[in-house]
T-cell receptor, first 109, second 116 residues
Framework: DAKTTQPPSMDCAEGRAANLPCNHS???????VYWYRQIHSQGPQYIIH?????ETNEMASLIITEDRKSSTLILPHATLRDTAVYYC??????????WGAGTKLIIKP | GAVVSQHPSRVICKSGTSVKIECRSL??????MFWYRQFPKKSLMLMAT?????????EQGVEKDKFLINHASLTLSTLTVTSAHPEDSSFYIC????????????FGPGTRLLVL
């Protein structure tokens, strides 16, 4: 079973920041938090991942709470092309990703 | 960087035939590749973990004799769906693991299989 809980869907206005929450209250010390997204009928796309510290790359920022029981993916300026299903996954270094249902993010003009 | 390709992108076959799907890491070496299956409007389900030079590890409920996996090199893994049936119709996706400080998986574009 997936170790994460995400809202099934969210809307966000184009140009605004999209904040996607994820709960992972049973995360263990050696597990990373990964975020992927899947645009319809395509393979998943890696976005970002982190262990303890907040992370930022060209696509997004990842904010992990101090107790590591939850995190937020931030898309700073959402565009229509960011409409996708976003998956939050916790996994250890063995790479096995157990996928939950994800959050369907709809960016509205 | 970290590009993964799959071939074919879609295939239609008759029931009872076998279909081979290739997964290649184009610009990196992947010691571990993963095969997933995704049904419409569902999340990805891990089928098996493929390690170069050794036998694949299959998830519970996945028939290893039906879904043959060969990871012959650090850049190629193949999934063969043997004696395909209509219920095998699905979206098959592979991913490749990149080792190092930024461990992550990169995914192929997927292969849509339709068994008639």
């Amino acid at each position: 079973d997936a170790k994460t809980t995400q809202p099934p869907s969210m809307d966000c206005a184009e140009g605004r920041a999209a904040n996607l929450p994820c709960n992972h209250s049973t995360i263990s010390g050696n597990e990373y938090v990964y975020w992927y997204r899947q645009i319809h009928s395509q393979g998943p796309q890696y976005i970002i991942h982190g262990l303890k510290n907040n992370e930022t790359n060209e696509m997004a920022s990842l904010i992990i709470t101090e107790d590591r029981k939850s995190s937020t993916l931030i898309l700073p300026h959402a565009t229509l092309r960011d409409t996708a299903v976003y998956y939050c996954i916790v996994a250890d270094s063995n790479y096995q990703l157990i996928w939950g249902a994800g959050t369907k993010l709809i960016i509205k003009p | 960087g970290a590009v993964v390709s799959q071939h074919p992108s879609r295939v239609i076959c008759k029931s009872g035939t076998s279909v081979k799907i290739e997964c290649r890491s184009l610009d990196f070496q992947a010691t571990t590749m993963f095969w997933y299956r995704q049904f419409p409007k569902k999340s990805l389900m891990l089928m098996a973990t493929s390690n170069e030079g050794s036998k694949a590890t299959y998830e519970q409920g996945v028939e290893k004799d039906k879904f043959l996996i060969n990871h012959a090199s650090l850049t190629l893994s193949t999934l063969t769906v043997t004696s395909a049936h209509p219920e095998d119709s699905s979206f098959y996706i592979c991913s490749a693991g990149v080792t190092g400080p930024k461990e992550t998986q990169y995914f192929g574009p997927g292969t849509r299989l339709l068994v008639l």
